[in-house]
C-alpha cells in the first residue's frame, strides 16, 4: 500500500480540501443526532435553528461538488489526467446530487411536518455514509491517480474559482468553519486565519442552537 502524503506535504488547496471533507461529514454527525433528538422530542427553537443550518450546509456541499465539476476535473482532463478517477468522482457527485436534494427537501419541513425530523434523520445517516466514502475516494485518488498532473497552478485555479462562485455569506462562514476542525499541525489548511478567529463566535453560536450540546463533538 501506497503511503499517504503528510497534511504538511499538500498543496495549500489540497489541504483545505481535507479540512472542508472533514468538516462537512463532522456536520452530517450532529445533524442526524439531532434530528433523532428532535423526533422523540420536539423543540420549535431548535428545530428551526437546524432547519437554517441545513440551508447552509447543503449549499456549502453543493458548491463544493459543483466546483470540482466545473473546473478542477475538466483542467485535470485536460491535463491528461486518469481518465477512470475522473469518472469514478463524476459519478459519485451525481449519486450524491441526488441523495442530498431529497435531504435538503425533507430538512425544509422542520418545525412545519411533524414527521421530518424522524425522516431527516433516516436520510442522514446512509447520506453521511455515502458522503465519507466520496471524501475518502477523492482523497485517494488526488494523491494517486490524479496527483501526476496536479500542482499548485491547478489548486490555486481552484481555489480561485471557488472563491469567485462561493455565495458572500460563506466568506465568513468558511474560515471559521474550516478552523473548527483543523488540528494543530494543520492551521495552514484554513484560509484568512484573522476571519476564522473574528468569525469563530458568531459560527458557535449558530453550531449550538442547531445542534446543542453536540456542537462540540
Partial sequence: ??????????????????????????????????????????????????????????????????GEDEFLWPSLRRLGADEAALTLMTTEHDELAKNLRHWHETARGLGADPSAAAELARLTHPLRDELARHAADEERELSGRLAPVLDEKVWKGFAAHMRKTAPSWTLKFMPAWLSSVAGPDERSGVPAPPVAALFKGWLEKRQRAAFGDDHRS
Avoid: C, N, W
Fill in 1 to 66: 500500500m501506497t503511503a499517504q502524503p503528510s497534511f504538511a506535504s499538500l498543496a495549500s488547496g489540497h489541504r483545505t480540501m481535507l479540512l472542508a471533507h472533514r468538516a462537512m461529514v463532522r456536520d452530517l454527525d450532529r445533524v442526524a443526532r439531532t434530528a433523532e433528538g428532535l423526533a422523540v422530542a420536539p423543540d420549535a427553537e431548535r428545530a428551526e435553528a437546524l432547519r437554517a443550518y441545513i440551508e447552509k450546509l447543503s449549499q456549502i456541499i453543493e458548491h463544493h461538488h459543483e
